[in-house]
């Protein structure tokens, strides 16, 4: 495994490696554990670029700063960083990672956070988002965190040139990142971070590029903070290989590049494979940042209080106004409705907010719209096809569909 130096902020994403992994392969907690699950499941790619970017990010922070992430894959990721900066138990971390992806339990998908008006997964408006929630909330530090795969997507595109239109709030400033892992699922990038710099820097950006070494990466991070500080526009290019610092094979199976988009194929009944994870896992583990006992460094934890996935109580909207009936539900601040019981802020000692049923009934939404939402767009696209006669008879009493040209 290449060695990317040392420091809390490393420490920081090897932590968030083991938790992310184990999460998606449904390992026991603390690693190496046991399989808890007859499949793996969710993706691995994304989330060690994500971590390093974050580490590195809170390392050269002098304070706490709000993070959205863009990669609707990133939910290990963010099962990672909400186990470090709360006081997670290693038995609710293993119950996590037993009920992931599993029928009745957590989504895989990366579907909203408590207090954040962004839903995830649709690859390209999280910059926007950012750059509404730094223009509207005074003093609060705003990271946009995307992929170079999103880098292809127009509202992507359209936020960076209109980087100017929504100026951040007094005390406030808006700070991209992008995770240049050169691959977005599961085929290559279409932007090389070559491409991807000349483009940012036509639109009026500094630039700043570090690879997986702490010392440019820190470096990076701290002279973006001071640039966006003082109203400099900057994107940091974070450039990482995908799935590292997994191996490049691990269960016969490649598992670097664009190959390592998700975890499936590996099988974990195997007791080769199971080895293999372990001795990785291991490796990964030395010197230890976990211990025996799920315990995590100090330093670790404060780099972790540093990152906030939800919206300060201060800069939250408005509660809905009293007195409604709660069994026909409410709107959210577009006017849809939400499903009623479904709470949008984190129950009491609940340790995952974007975790659980609550989730899950999130998701249930989410699919009946798009469901909604395709269907409507298949009956625009017919209707504007066409038609010609079938020249058939009516078959048991009711007229033949015409055909369509397709």
């Known amino acids: 495994m290449t060695t990317p130096g040392s420091g809390a902020a490393v420490d920081y994403w090897r932590a968030a490696c083991l938790l992310g992994f184990s999460h998606a392969a449904g390992l026991a907690w603390p690693p190496p554990g046991a399989p ?14 994500i971590a390093w970017a974050a580490g590195h990010l809170a390392e050269a922070s002098a304070g706490e700063f709000l993070l959205i992430v863009g990669t609707g894959h990133a939910s290990s990721y963010l099962f990672a960083q909400e186990a ?44 926007g988002v950012g750059q509404g929630i730094a223009a509207a909330s005074s003093g609060l530090r705003v990271v946009t965190l995307i992929g170079d795969g999103e880098c292809e997507t127009p509202a992507a595109l359209a936020a960076f040139a ?43 950006y500094t630039v700043l590029s570090s690879g997986a070494n702490t010392g440019e990466a820190v470096a990076a991070a701290r002279r973006a ?10 994107v940091w290019l974070s450039v990482t290989e995908k799935g590292w610092p997994a191996p490049e094979l691990l269960g016969g199976r490649p598992f670097r590049g664009p190959r ?22 291991g490796r990964l583990n030395d010197p ?16 972790a209080a540093r990152i906030r996935l939800d919206l300060p109580a201060a800069h939250r909207p408005p509660a809905p106004a009293a007195g409604r ?24 000692g609940e340790p995952f907010p974007h975790q659980g049923p609550r989730h899950s009934a999130r998701k249930e939404n989410f699919h009946e719209l798009r469901k909604l939402s395709q269907r ?16 058939r008879r009516p078959r048991n009493g009711f007229l033949s569909r015409p055909r369509y040209r397709r």
Request: charge should be positive.
């Open 325 to 348: 009936d709660a069994s026909q539900g409410d709107q959210d601040q577009c006017g849809s409705q939400r499903r009623p019981g479904v709470a949008e802020e984190p129950q009491q």
């Open 36 to 49: 808890q699950r007859r499949r793996v499941a969710g993706h691995w790619g994304c989330n060690p670029g």
């Open 225 to 234: 903070w001071e640039l966006t500080g003082s109203g400099v526009p900057v």
């Open 84 to 127: 470090l900066r709360s006081p997670a138990t290693p038995a609710s971390i293993s119950d996590a990672t037993r009920r992931y992806g599993q029928p009745g339990g957590d989504p895989t998908e990366l579907l909203g956070i408590p207090g954040v008006p962004y839903v995830g997964g649709e690859l390209g408006p999280a910059l």
């Open 288 to 303: 230890p940042v976990i211990s025996g006992d799920g315990g995590v460094p100090p330093a670790v934890r404060s780099l």
């Open 162 to 204: 209109h980087h100017d239109v929504l100026a951040a709030a007094p005390g406030s400033c808006w700070l991209p990142v992008v995770n240049v892992n050169g691959a977005r699922m599961g085929s290559p990038a279409r932007f090389s971070p070559k491409r991807l710099q000349a483009l940012l820097e036509g639109m009026g």
């Open 260 to 281: 390592a988009h998700k975890l499936r194929g590996l099988d974990l009944s195997d007791p080769d494979v199971r080895a293999g994870v372990a001795d990785w896992l």
């Open 376 to 391: 409507i767009e298949r009956r625009r696209t017919l209707s504007r096809l066409p038609a010609r006669s079938s020249g």
